[in-house]
């Protein structure tokens, strides 16, 4: 088996039973602020993308890229495609062109042609990626393979069971917005961040220990920021508060775990696969050397990548749009529909609008989404829960083209900045992640089921009695939780939970079982 690294999350899978292409990335994403890094533009992708099959794991932008998806990958291709709630996906793939489709079911393996076998493991929460994640795995003439990309499964028990796994490619750096975008003290956002870093990173030893693979490779991250008013977000300053370390600063920390079984892909290496447990890589140039130069790699990026940043953003400003009048069209009725989200956010949010392409700029108009009086109107200087602050063109722009996942385009993009009262509500980004009614229709749903589910079985924590199961996404406290005096930390997303009283402490709702034991 050969891996060729393709940039970021992407990857070219070769065997002698067919090839697949992962996540291809290359146009920059969410306004201009994302590019994959390294810089991947200039690979050969008429041959790479000449594949048998294609699997795009999720529709994030920095993994489902439409424009090079329909202009350099076969439009032969099988697409493999995830098990997921809404058909999303399919319908774009097959706007793009895409018509041969597997239709895999979660958690089975699939049998294909000579041999070749995958399994997509798809996870469908509201909060999954937008409606959605999920891993591959794959394995030929005794060879495996997990493509965990992105994905955060509560357990990678299933993959186990099918066999050794020899090599384990996942996420290690960030991936959000939080805490760089927030109005707060800086030494506050570095605290933060910091906190935030050490949990990604301690996140991604358990999910390595769990799978005992034979070689791991740090994937899917970090993005580049070559935007001017961006450009802080690079992990180049030295600040121990920034959340996108890149791949050797990932080798750097894994040693000092113990890890010695560390591989990076830059776009163009190759990895060999054997069933005996042994790789061997070659790359395009050393990477040591290449990292030592990322600021200078950057630089150049951002001068050669500038006025495709300007061209993007000259298309954004649509000043004839009514964006009160349109948002009031758009949100209105979801928000009538809406019982399990507008009950969770509990409160008004609002948009600072300004006349900038970011929160830089003078506010023009302040628009209040008022989720218990369920309208969307002018601000009238009321208290609110949560306030974004934004250009008005990229409001419009979204308005513009129809977009239904404000998360995936709008807050991904950092071209904002936010303030909060009280704690993390993730009511609040799901529901700007589901403004169609197909996708809300399918959260309140799921709000629904896991509102009346039960957790009966329970796991013991030091001297605590808790449900195993986290109240938040279902992670197994027996292996993620962490008790620290009376707070536990569920360290998969890194919620907390006061143990006396049951209460979250990250965000609304979320009740934890536990009892302490008495002597």
């Not at 065997?15 to 306004?31: E, H, K, M, R």
């Not at 970011?358 to 108009?365: A, L």
């Not at 013991?460 to 005096?485: E, M, N, Y």
Request: hydrophobic residues 35%.
């Amino acid at each position: 088996m050969r891996i060729t690294g393709t940039g970021h999350a992407s990857m070219r899978i070769d065997t002698a039973a067919g090839s697949i292409l992962c996540d291809p990335w290359v146009n920059p994403a969410y306004f201009a602020s994302w590019f994959p890094f390294p810089d991947n533009s200039l690979l050969d992708w008429e041959t790479l993308g000449d594949v048998d099959y294609l699997y795009v794991s999720h529709l994030h932008r920095d993994h489902f890229d439409a424009e090079h998806l329909k202009h350099f990958i076969s439009k032969k291709a099988t697409v493999l495609l995830p098990e997921y709630p809404t058909s999303q996906l399919e319908d774009e793939l097959r706007d793009l062109g895409f018509t041969s489709f597997l239709k895999t079911r979660s958690n089975e393996v699939h049998e294909l042609d000579g041999g070749l076998r995958v399994m997509i493991q798809a996870l469908t929460s509201p909060t999954d990626g937008p409606i959605g994640d999920s891993s591959l795995w794959v394995e030929h003439d005794g060879i495996r393979l997990l493509n965990q990309n992105d994905a955060r499964p509560s357990d990678l028990s299933r993959f186990n069971e099918l066999g050794h796994v020899h090599a384990h490619l996942l996420q290690f750096s960030g991936a959000i917005w939080y805490p760089m975008v927030y109005e707060l003290p800086e030494s506050a956002k570095t605290a933060f961040g910091k906190q935030k870093r050490d949990r990604q990173f301690d996140r991604t030893w358990r999910y390595i220990d769990d799978l005992q693979a034979d070689h791991v490779f740090p994937i899917a991250g970090p993005p580049s920021f070559l935007d001017d008013s961006l450009w802080q977000f690079n992990d180049i300053f030295g600040d121990e508060g920034n959340i996108f370390p890149d791949q050797s600063v990932f080798m750097t920390e894994y040693a000092k775990v113990g890890g010695t079984n560390g591989i990076v892909l830059l776009p163009g290496s190759v990895t060999s696969l054997t069933n005996d447990g042994s790789a061997s890589t070659e790359h395009p140039t050393d990477v040591d050397e290449f990292f030592a130069h990322k600021r200078e790699h950057l630089e150049e990026m951002r001068t050669r990548k500038a006025p495709i940043i300007e061209a993007e953003k000259a298309s954004w400003r649509h000043p004839e749009i009514d964006v009160l009048g349109e948002m009031k069209k758009r949100i209105e009725p979801l928000l009538e529909e809406s019982i399990y989200l507008a009950k969770g956010v509990g409160g008004p949010v609002r948009f600072d609008l300004t006349d900038s392409f970011g929160p830089d700029g003078e506010i023009i108009e302040s628009i209040v989404v008022d989720f218990p009086g369920k309208q969307v109107r002018p601000y009238a200087d009321e208290k609110v829960r949560y306030r974004f602050k934004t250009g008005r063109a990229l409001v419009e722009h979204l308005i513009h083209i129809g977009e239904g996942d404000w998360v995936n385009s709008l807050f991904l993009s950092c071209r904002f900045s936010a303030a909060r009262i009280g704690q993390y509500n993730e009511f609040v980004y799901a529901f700007f992640k589901c403004l169609s009614e197909e996708r809300l229709q399918y959260a309140e749903g799921w709000y629904d089921e896991h509102e009346r589910t039960v957790e009966a079985e329970d796991t013991q924590l030091g001297d605590w009695t808790v449900q195993r199961r986290c109240p938040h996404l279902k992670a197994d406290l027996s292996r993620f939780g962490v008790i620290d005096g009376n707070t536990l930390t569920c360290q998969l997303h890194g919620w907390k939970f006061d143990l006396p009283s049951g209460k979250c402490l990250t965000s609304a709702g979320h009740q934890l079982r536990a009892e302490k034991k008495t002597a």
